[in-house]
């Protein structure tokens, strides 16, 4: 579908180098006060007077990360943006500014690069972050996406992994499990679809976990909550590797130990549905899964009554000393240890 | 030579992506003040005071940037360094962070990482930069360095592209053409040692262009003696892709036309017997080589006295009013437009 058969396509190499980063980049606004300079000097230049600077990088690469057999380039984009203003709120901070830069075959005709580019301007335009720079390459293989997200907070606010004390409490924001399920899904489909090409899927009832996965948001409006509410965090990070692997960075940096319920957990019904229809167990889907880009916080038992009822918010345990250990305590009331089995890029590959 | 046939050698599967991560860059020192927390967290925390802050990313991908078949991984590691810390310094600013992300694939054994990672270590160390972040991930071909560097400076020592004005002089420091040439005669042993694996190349009268090649050097000491002799360029701008490009970029930024001179073109004498040897036109060579890591400026002619006699620069040419175009001026005086033929990594590949 993304090759470039179509003759009434564009191909990249008529662009050169220099007019294709002028090409995607040209619809770019710059919405930041903190954005001095953007595109088209040597660096971008910022400007944050006393607010410390926070830096987060990535690099999806396409078979590994992501399959453009139903991953459509716009979403993709998208997805890109979001996997790197997760980590900066995740430090409670404002994410303001970007940098993308792409590797890509010449099978790529331009059209798929503008949507792409679409894509990522789209998430510039909702979460008010400014495309400052990048770089734009020939691969070999297939498409490499790296961006790197810069944002800023008083020194004050920025939230550590490493701040968790005895007794504070453990909360999530949204539901768990959901983008792993619909990657499942989007999975089941393709081998569906391979076998028997005419054969149209419906996710209509999937849409949900489809979307979690194919189209997910940071949670920029965690950080706008706790801010007005008034809760700052002891820690605090993004959970892209499943709920086990972050409850584990934070006893980790934190030095400290955790209880965590496993009633307390919050899964959307449509993820316990579709656990279910796979005969996986959904608490394995939420602490494994990965992908979900919610926030993992701890707060001071003093702040409970701030968040208590709040929709957003699940408290799903509480910290101990270290020497407790990190520990799930199940339905069924008994006590194991909590395993990080995350999603590991290196993993198998 | 890389790939992991050997089975005294250490898998990446073995270690896992956090692990990789951090045995890679336990060696890691931090040195700069501005670096409140580097790696470990969802973000770098950065803090800058009062000076703007500058970034730029590149992203090098084997095959098209690099061939490792002649490339060691310590230069490797060391010349993506340079080529990033070199676009902070034609910003007139101080390099003080970098993150670095790859994508391996498992064909790769550790040891081949931890000299990449040891050229990277030693260009931090000399630079005095910090490695703040970065992304390690497994790729299904090949290896891909992604690289972001930070830096800062008062706002009015950052100097741009655009501020070449009538009059000012066209400025180079170092020599041109040598990595270029450098690369020439490595591709030319590649295919020497490919018909007869038993020729061992001898490169001993090609060192310094062969050492341009493989492990350049970012003229931060350029930027330190402009701030000792206290020149300001009105603009300024890195040559990675060839004195042309880099020229017209100066040209078309600060709305502006120019006048540069062949023969004041600085070239090793290295570079002229190779150019020779390969029968190609040495300014050619200048114009539109690549990789340099030169520092091209311009500068009223009021600091001329500063810079003249300096051994580090040379004067090229001079300012002019857009409509009068760019020009070469040949040593046989005739006036050539300067064209930018330079290295354009989506060109017929």
Chains 1, 2 share one sequence.
């Not at 702040?303 to 699940?314: E, H, Q, S, V």
């Not at 509480?318 to 590991?344: M, V, Y």
């Amino acid at each position: 579908m993304l090759e470039d058969k179509d003759q009434s396509r564009t191909s990249l190499g008529e662009l050169g180098e220099f007019g294709l980063i002028e090409h995607l980049t040209k619809n770019f606004a710059v919405r930041q006060d903190t954005t001095v300079l953007g595109v088209g000097d040597d660096a971008a230049i910022l400007e944050f007077s006393k607010d410390q600077v926070v830096i987060s990088t990535d690099l999806l690469v396409e078979g590994v990360h992501f399959d453009l057999s139903y991953v459509p380039l716009k979403h993709l984009g998208y997805k890109a943006v979001m996997v790197n203003l997760s980590d900066i709120y995740a430090m409670n901070a404002i994410a303001s500014q970007v940098t993308v830069s792409i590797a890509v075959s010449n099978r790529f005709p331009l059209e798929a690069l503008e949507d792409l580019y679409e894509g990522i301007n789209a998430a510039c335009k909702n979460y008010k972050v400014d495309l400052v720079g990048g770089d734009t390459t020939s691969s070999n293989v297939g498409l490499v996406i790296s961006i790197t997200a810069i944002g800023h907070a008083a020194k004050e606010d920025i939230v550590h992994r490493s701040g968790a004390k005895e007794n504070d409490l453990l909360v999530v924001s949204g539901d768990l499990g959901a983008a792993y399920m619909g990657l499942q899904v989007l999975e089941r489909e393709k081998a569906v679809f391979k076998a028997n090409p005419n054969n149209q899927p419906d996710l209509e009832q999937y849409s949900y976990i489809v979307e979690r996965q194919l189209k997910p948001e940071a949670r920029k409006d965690v950080v706008e909550l706790l801010k007005a509410l008034e809760v700052v965090p002891t820690a605090m990070i993004d959970i892209s590797d499943g709920l086990s692997s972050e409850v584990l960075h934070i006893c980790k940096n934190s030095k400290v130990g955790c209880h965590v319920y496993e009633d307390k957990i919050p899964l959307d019904p449509q993820v316990i549905n579709v656990c279910e229809e796979f005969t996986i167990d959904s608490t394995t889907i939420a602490l494994s899964g990965g992908e979900d880009y919610e926030l993992l916080f701890s707060i001071t038992q003093k702040d409970y009554p701030k968040i208590k009822g709040n929709p957003n918010f699940t408290v799903i345990g509480h910290i101990l000393p270290e020497g407790d250990g990190k520990h799930l305590i199940t339905r069924a009331n008994t006590t194991i240890p909590l395993i990080s089995r995350g999603w590991n890029a290196l993993e198998g590959s």
